[in-house]
Nanobody, 121 residues
């Protein structure tokens, strides 16, 4: 089994900051890419940021310069530092990890349960 546990969501005023964290645990051989997605009410889930096993990052245009993704390979964690938050950043944020589990061949995608971020104007 593999578990992803997210933390750090909440309510913040526009212009404020939040930091999301996600920890992967369980039967893990290797973690590949790690990332964050979000889904606003009535909208499709969309990529926010992603970091490869080698540390390469990519960001959605709407967060460039405001959000920073980072990972700690020793702790199997990924974090998203969100600055200069806007009301339109309000959404449920999901951690996504692509990894090789110890109980099957090949890589698999895992999702966290999501954490709500609400930005008030």
């Amino acid at each position: 089994q593999v578990q992803l546990v997210e933390s750090g969501g909440g309510l913040v005023q526009a212009g404020g900051s939040l930091r999301l964290s996600c920890a992967a645990s369980g039967s893990i051989l290797k973690i590949n890419a790690m990332g964050w997605y979000r889904q606003a009410p009535g909208q499709q889930r969309e990529l926010v940021a992603r970091v490869s096993s080698g540390g390469w990052t990519n960001y959605a245009d709407f967060v460039k310069g405001r959000f920073t993704i980072s990972r700690d390979n020793a702790k199997n964690t990924v974090a998203l530092q969100m600055n200069s938050l806007k009301p339109e950043d309000t959404a449920v944020y999901y951690c996504n990890v692509n990894l090789n589990p110890g109980f099957s061949f090949g890589a698999m995608d895992y999702w966290g349960k999501g954490t709500l971020v609400t930005v008030s104007s």
